[in-house]
């Protein structure tokens, strides 16, 4: 257990240095205001409509970096700063949640396959490491192959279907921002100071993804092994 601590720890660490770095990139990029004066909601309301798509919402929501697309009814939620500010990391953010808005629909297969695997990650992200410990728990104490042993495979298979998720989710969010920053280029809705801005605004929060996957793989592979390891 002290290993798989210590992976959390550190995976805790990367994690903390990418969201704060993140957070230091959206205020510095703040700063820089548009030329053309659009606050975050008309930026996306514009990308939307470009893109032929005029049955999808753009609504405020409360918090910070809060903004997400929502694919159940079709709305696009800017955080309220996002929403209401007319700055390059407020048009990055705008653009980029439209992005998964086109992503959805155009049918883009990696976006589809993601939503699909939601509801069974809602559950197995919750259950798999607990089926996993009380697995191993169980099959020491019987010393052998064992129910125990059984259900903590189960667990990692659980564990895995939480991680493919996690690396699915990163050609989903690098898609959504190349869409957002082609747009932006190619409508001209961008200096080129505000497009550097936006651009590396979204690299910093496409690596929190990039994290978050490396987290769930260490975590799977730590378990395997302790599954599979104490087996043998």
Known sequence: MI?????LGLIALVSFAVSSKLKS?????????LRNGMSGAEIATQM???NG?????????PGQLTDHYNPADKTVNLSEAVYNQRNAAAAAVAAHECGHAVQHATAYSMLQMRSKMVPIVNVSSTLSQWLIMGGLILGIASKGLSFGYII???GLILMAIAT???????????????RALAWLKNKNMVSQQEYAGAE?????A?????????????????WALQVFGRRD
Not at 25 to 33: G, M
Not at 53 to 61: C, L, R
Not at 206 to 218: F, K, Q
Request: aromatic letters at 16%.
């Open 3 to 7: 290993g798989y601590y210590i992976i």
């Open 25 to 33: 990139k959206f205020e510095q990029y703040s700063q820089i205001h």
């Open 48 to 50: 939307l409509h470009d």
């Open 53 to 61: 798509i005029y049955d999808v919402k753009v609504i405020s929501t």
């Open 152 to 154: 903590a495979v189960v």
């Open 164 to 178: 493919v998720f996690s690396l699915i989710t990163l050609p989903v969010e690098y898609d959504a921002s190349n």
């Open 200 to 204: 590396d605004a979204l690299k910093w």
């Open 206 to 222: 496409a690596r929190t993804y990039v994290v978050a996957a490396i987290g769930a793989v260490a975590s799977m592979l730590y």
